[in-house]
């Protein structure tokens, strides 16, 4: 069975840096795209960060600059970088990644179990 387990949550103040881990294990045979949502009580899931198998990378507009999203292909690992942290980065933060695996002919997405990110003073 395929899983995604995420880290690196936690209390940061303004400014302040967090590193995020996603890993992927279980029967797999090859992982396309990986990213990041984040989602906050009553609002919906917003795109934060994905990258491609190629490395190809897109952020939502409000992160750019401060975040950079990564890639450990031999792992099935994906990081997000944040700096430069706000209050309203504040979320439950969810990685996902589009991954194909044995006996399937087609790739499913599979999201991890979400990590609190709380930036305040």
């Known amino acids: 069975q395929v899983q995604l387990v995420e880290s690196g949550g936690g209390l940061v103040q303004p400014g302040g840096s967090l590193r995020l881990s996603c890993a992927a294990s279980?029967?797999?045979?090859?992982?396309?795209?990986m990213g990041w949502f984040r989602q906050v009580p009553g609002k919906e899931r917003t795109l934060v960060a994905r990258?491609?198998?190629?490395?190809?990378?897109n952020y939502l507009d409000t992160v750019q600059g401060r975040f950079t999203v990564s890639r450990d292909n031999a792992q099935h690992t994906t990081y997000l970088q944040m700096n430069s942290l706000k209050p309203d980065d504040t979320a439950v933060y969810f990685c996902?990644?589009?991954?194909?695996?044995?006996?399937?002919?087609?790739?499913?997405?599979?999201w991890g179990q979400g990590t609190q990110v709380t930036v305040s003073s």
């Open positions: 996902y990644a589009q991954i194909l695996r044995v006996p399937y002919r087609d790739p499913s997405d599979f």
């Open positions: 279980g029967n797999i045979v090859e992982v396309y795209d």
């Open positions: 990258i491609t198998s190629g490395g190809s990378t």
